[in-house]
């Protein structure tokens, strides 16, 4: 794939199937001892380093969250393929929260503040699980779902700009991530669309509610880390710093406008389609050779990312 010439190439990329057609579970584990670069682990995009470092304190506590409510009620389904992807996600997640953990015992020590907000967010989602409705832990984890698969686009399409010079480590958890979300990006909300097909109002409520939790979440941390990191000595760069948060935040945003629709499917989002993105297609074929996925130094990186 990395040596075809670019016509060629897009050839390939628009006649793969469907990015969503395969959830593979890749049981990785990152070594977080070796890093290279501190936590601000992106020469090409600083604070989009701040900006997945402050999103992911709270991130594997909602996935631990989406794998109990989906083992909670995937006895209720009746479609067999659905509950095979249910199967799968339970077990991608499983293998997010794990290592997400994990980096976020690094952050910890470098920004004080973040051990209370990653307590927060263990307890928001356990008193959640233990305390609310049915249709709220399911519409909820839809609702959430929606924003990790478009992220996960998003920052596989802007690929060269926030992570073409970073850390090998750092660099290649978010890819893993970002490649899997995207396969399973529409799994939760057909359990949702399985157990509550009728109620499209209340899965457009938890889409908002779901967002302004997740930047009311990131925004505390990535504040910290501003201050931490220095940004507030400059007023150049303090700006800098919050026109990446508010920009990345509106592109979320931006995107998520078609899953407002009552004909909406993950799988026919305009940002995700059969034209798979190149960088996602070339990484799975690196990993299904067996390169070292916990791993993609810079002569690697340049290959995924390859015309």
């Known amino acids: 794939l990395i040596n075809l010439n670019v016509h060629a190439k897009a050839f390939f990329i628009m006649s793969l199937p469907h990015p969503m057609d395969n959830i593979v579970v890749r049981q990785l584990r990152f070594d977080f001892d070796q890093t290279e670069t501190g936590c601000v682990w992106s020469q090409s995009s600083p604070e989009f ?8 304190i709270h991130v594997p506590y909602f996935e ?42 690094v952050l910890c020590a470098r920004y004080p503040e973040l051990r209370r ?21 399911v519409g909820f984890t839809a609702g959430y779902e929606t924003f990790t698969f478009l992220g996960g686009m998003i920052i596989l399409d802007r690929y060269e700009e926030l992570m073409g010079d970073a850390d090998p480590d750092l660099r290649a958890l978010w890819v893993w991530h970002q490649v899997e979300e995207v396969e399973h990006g529409a799994v939760a909300f ?6 509550y097909p009728d109620d499209q109002w209340y899965r457009r409520l938890m889409i908002v509610h779901a967002f302004l939790h997740i930047s009311w979440q990131t925004f505390k941390a990535y504040r910290h880390m501003m201050n931490r990191e220095g940004y507030y ?21 931006r995107s ?3 899953v407002f629709s009552r004909q909406y499917h993950p799988r026919t989002h ?23 996925a916990e791993h993609l130094d810079s002569q690697t990186s340049q290959h995924l990312s390859a015309p």
């Not at 909670?72 to 997010?96: C, F, K, M, N, W």
């Not at 305009?270 to 070292?292: F, H, K």
Request: proline letters at 3%.
């Open 49 to 56: 380093s701040m900006f997945l470092n402050a999103l992911g």
């Open 64 to 105: 631990r969250f989406l794998v109990k409510v989906m083992r909670q009620y995937r006895s209720e389904l009746t479609d067999p393929s659905l509950a095979i992807d249910v199967q799968a996600i339970i077990g991608q997640e499983a293998h997010h929260a794990f290592n997400f953990v994990r980096w976020n015992q």
């Open 117 to 137: 907000l990653e307590q927060d967010a263990e307890s928001f989602f356990q008193t959640a699980f233990d305390a609310r409705s049915k249709r709220f832990k």
């Open 190 to 195: 057909d359990f949702y669309r399985a157990l």
């Open 233 to 253: 000595h400059s007023v150049r760069k303090a700006v800098t710093g919050w026109r990446f948060f508010f920009g990345f935040a509106w592109d979320l945003a």
């Open 256 to 258: 998520a406008l078609p």
């Open 270 to 292: 305009p940002i995700c389609n059969e034209q798979q993105n190149p960088v996602a297609v070339a990484w799975r074929d690196y990993v299904l050779a067996g390169g070292q």
